[in-house]
């Protein structure tokens, strides 16, 4: 007797595969879901047509000066053309913009080594990005050594001074928030008050007062001998403040660990330390990620700020770029170019983190 011969499967219909079937199952579902798709569509589009009309279509982009913008009524990207190098360096002297460009190259390196899943040896590259590379990148900008000539950081601004402070506030802010959440769970008394104190006495305080505190209030304590950067103050300011929020997002990682993971260490004879770093830390920072990713965008977006203390930032360079009489009635262009270096920035730290959380996910996840 023959074997029963299977018939292949047959394809699936092309209404539920491809673009049409991803349309109809996120848009068009339901009766009511596409009724609110199109009432969305309708509001939405004009609003777009005539965006993309006004930033591409009528926009000028070759030009000298402001007479090249009078033409077709759209953006004038001249505008930003012409400052663009100013807001990517601030006042950082032309014959050595060489060195914020490696800074730049060296920094755009190793992130993309780090995103990079199959690239090796990123435990290395990991160390050298966050204990090495910065004190490179000190040396390139600040200069003094090596024969290169030394600039002072009233020169720096625009991405440069943003991405400065951005980066040293992530990096150091994580694991000295880490410290904070684990001291305020500590059983010491005088570790768990010193700890609370500090996180609650900064999360009650707003960053611009920080700011202002850490401008006029920190060379105080310092003697006339020893003068503390501008720069630098803004930076511990950004970092303290942020330490503090970072504390509590991991503490919140630390209470959602069940008690069943610390019994199974102390069963193991782990010490609190081997507890800590090998079973419970990797498990509440892979918990918060969405919450530490959302902080780290906060302190990208509220370094902004800084300029409050006379410090030249992206905002700063562009709010002082708008006051030039040669270029007055463009600050649409202005700031929704600022706009779009935050979002892009702030975007790929998102995304970045989604990645991690897939690559991560071992059922906390519903």
């Known amino acids: 007797m023959a074997e029963h011969q299977f018939k292949p499967d047959r394809p699936a219909p092309k209404s539920e595969v491809g673009l049409i079937g991803w349309l109809r199952k996120n848009f068009f579902s339901t009766w009511y879901n596409s009724l609110f798709t199109i009432v969305v569509l309708y509001l939405v589009i004009p609003a777009l047509y005539h965006f993309a009309q006004w ?3 009528d926009a000028s982009w070759i030009g000298n000066d ?14 930003i053309e012409d400052r663009f190098p100013q807001l990517i360096y601030g006042f950082f002297p032309e014959s050595m913009r060489w060195r914020p460009d490696l800074v730049y190259l060296g920094a755009a390196l190793l992130i993309g080594w780090l995103a990079w899943p199959k690239a090796p040896k990123k435990i290395w590259v990991g160390a050298f990005t966050i204990f090495i590379f910065p004190i490179i990148a000190l040396i390139l900008l600040n200069g003094g050594l090596f024969g290169m000539e030394k600039v002072e950081t009233s020169k720096w601004g625009g991405v440069l001074v ?5 980066l040293s506030g992530i990096v150091i802010s994580l694991p000295f928030g880490t410290v904070l959440a684990l001291g305020r769970r500590s059983k010491m008394p005088i570790i768990r008050t010193l700890s609370t104190v500090y996180i609650e006495f900064w999360r009650a305080v707003p960053l611009i007062t920080v700011l202002f505190m850490a401008s006029v209030m920190l060379p105080l304590f ?3 001998d020893v003068g503390i950067d501008k720069l630098l103050r803004a930076m511990i300011g950004i970092t303290m403040f942020y330490s503090a929020y970072m504390a509590e997002v991991i503490r919140g990682g630390l209470q959602a660990i069940p008690k069943g993971q610390y019994e199974a260490a102390e069963s ?39 300029l409050i ?13 708008l006051s030039d009489p ?9 700031y929704v170019f600022i706009a779009f270096v935050f979002w892009v920035f702030c975007f790929g730290i998102s995304r970045y ?9 071992t059922g906390h996840k519903n």
Request: hydrophobic residues 55%; aromatic residues 12%.
């Open 55 to 57: 930033a591409f279509i």
């Open 268 to 306: 193991l004879g782990l010490s609190y330390w081997k507890t800590m770093i090998f079973v419970i830390l990797p498990q509440a920072l892979k918990i918060t990620i969405p919450s530490i990713v959302n902080t780290f965008i906060s302190l990208f977006k509220d370094t902004s700020l800084v």
């Open 162 to 166: 943003t991405l400065v402070l951005a």
């Open 309 to 321: 203390i006379g410090i030249f930032d992206l905002l700063a360079i562009g709010q002082a770029a």
């Open 222 to 224: 310092t003697t006339s």
């Open 326 to 334: 040669s270029w007055l009635g463009f600050s649409v262009e202005m």
């Open 66 to 79: 402001r007479n090249a913008c009078t033409v077709g009524g759209g953006a004038c990207w001249v505008f």
């Open 353 to 361: 983190s989604i990645y991690i959380e897939k690559k991560l996910h």
